[in-house]
């Protein structure tokens, strides 16, 4: 295995993350390519006493796959996928990207919930949960898990399974990077596309008002398949955009039906019913709809996160004044609808906390200079004080910066957070995964 340390070339470009905000220096970075090279960056850190991080895509807002003076895996290198069509099965290396899996799956007409930007590490995602544009029809990634192979803290090689190390397959269901690296892993596919009708419509933000209370009503009364997001941002100068719209804020529908392209142009009638200024909805190949929206590497990024049982008039009133001052052009404020198979059979089996929620604010901040980023944190921190009344209480870790001990355990539960943490401790005593949404490792002689 090659090392990159500080005086190779290419170390900037293999530390530099997506969100801009994060520059950290590690002492050494261990690009793996199989599971040997993970456990021998493991030993060697600890016969260096080096705190270690784990990269995949770099995508965690927080920038936990980077640290300061310690080592970092990464295991981009891991880029296999093989996928049987017959089985509706796929095992995929823990380097892939969500938009190089889908690719992969949808040569066969299969696909997984996957992230809504399509250069988020698959690794990541899924120890996250693994929310995406198709959760509603298909439930999170972590749902369609069979089996994921590690690398845990002492160097040793396991295969978690209903079968197998089953607390440990539980735990990988949402509970991240806490109890080892995940090497590969084997998920359950669902047939969908290659085709499927998807896309944007737009209106002006004299709309907000008008538009949002549609929104909500006709989400609520669609079927599982039927997936959109209401999103907030300033109008990009693009040739699809009206120029009177062109740079200011504007209310979106992202829009993909996870069934029939026909049925999903039938199903999208009451959206177009409340007359779109912009209007791409259109029959597309899933994987080119999946990276259509991505967001450039680069800004300066701050995320958060709640959960609403339900969004009053009044929960939109705060929701349309943030998004009436949303800080720089990049900045975003989404509402996802849940339901359908999020909170559906698959929920109890996980420990993600309020999977039962309706919807989710998730406003992220992008500046696109170090003042800029900080402007847009206190965006972000405004609307989060002034959304709260209308929050349940729980989070999705993924969307989140590092927002404290508090907040990792809301997204669990008292109840499942501790037994995540007697997990941890037997897989990982030592804490030497804690450069993570980190979970604790329970104290010796506590029992279920």
Not at 124 to 130: D, I, K, P, R, W
């Amino acid at each position: 295995m090659k090392w990159i340390t500080p005086v190779d070339p290419g170390y900037d470009e293999s530390r530099t993350l997506f969100n801009a905000m994060i520059d950290r220096r590690p002492a050494v970075i261990a690009p793996c390519g199989d599971a040997a090279d993970v456990a021998e960056a493991l030993q060697y850190a600890k016969d260096n006493s080096l705190a270690v991080a784990v990269r995949a895509g770099g995508h965690s807002v927080a920038g936990m796959s980077l640290n300061d003076g310690g080592l970092v895996i990464d295991v981009r290198p891991m880029k296999s996928v093989s996928v049987d069509p017959a089985a509706r099965t796929v095992t995929a290396g823990a380097g892939l990207t969500c938009g190089e899996f889908d690719r992969a799956t949808q040569q066969h007409g299969l696909a997984l919930t996957g992230g809504r930007v399509s250069t988020t590490g698959l690794a990541g995602f899924t120890l996250g949960g693994g929310s995406g544009w198709l959760e509603r029809a298909f439930g999170f990634a972590c749902d369609d898990l069979i089996s994921v192979d590690l690398v845990t803290a002492s160097g040793e090689q396991v295969t978690a399974s209903a079968a197998e190390n089953p607390e440990l397959f539980w735990a990988l269901h949402g509970g991240g990077g806490n109890f080892g690296v995940a090497t590969s892993f084997t998920f359950g596919l669902h047939r969908l596309g290659p085709t499927v009708h998807a896309g944007l419509m737009l209106w002006p933000g004299d709309a907000a008002q008008e538009v949002s209370r549609g929104y909500r009503e006709i989400a609520l009364a669609a079927p599982n398949e039927e997936c959109a997001t209401i999103a907030y941002l300033t109008a990009p100068p693009e040739p699809f955009v009206p120029p009177e719209m062109v740079g200011k804020m504007a209310v979106g529908v992202v829009y993909v039906y996870a069934g029939d392209a026909a049925e999903g142009a039938e199903h999208a009638k009451p959206y177009r019913g409340l007359g779109p200024a912009v209007e791409l909805l259109e029959d597309t190949g899933y994987a080119d709809f999946q990276c259509s929206l991505d967001d450039p590497p680069g800004k300066y990024n701050y995320w958060t996160a709640d959960y609403h049982d339900e969004l009053p008039d009044a929960a939109l009133d705060v929701i349309i004044e943030s998004a009436h001052n949303l800080p720089g052009p990049s900045s975003q404020l989404l509402v996802p609808h849940w339901g359908g198979a999020v909170g559906g059979d698959g929920a109890a089996a996980t420990p993600l906390r309020h999977r039962n929620s309706n919807w989710v604010t998730h406003p992220f901040g992008l500046g696109d200079t170090p003042e800029g980023g900080q402007e847009a944190k206190a965006w972000v921190k405004r609307f989060r004080q002034d959304i709260a009344p209308y929050a349940n209480g729980g989070v999705w870790l993924n969307f989140i910066g590092d927002e404290g001990q508090d907040r990792v355990r809301a997204a669990f539960g008292e109840e499942n957070y501790s037994r995540l943490a007697r997990v941890k401790r037997e897989f990982d005593p030592e804490n030497t995964f804690r450069g993570n949404q980190n979970i604790r490792p329970a104290a010796s002689g506590s029992v279920p």
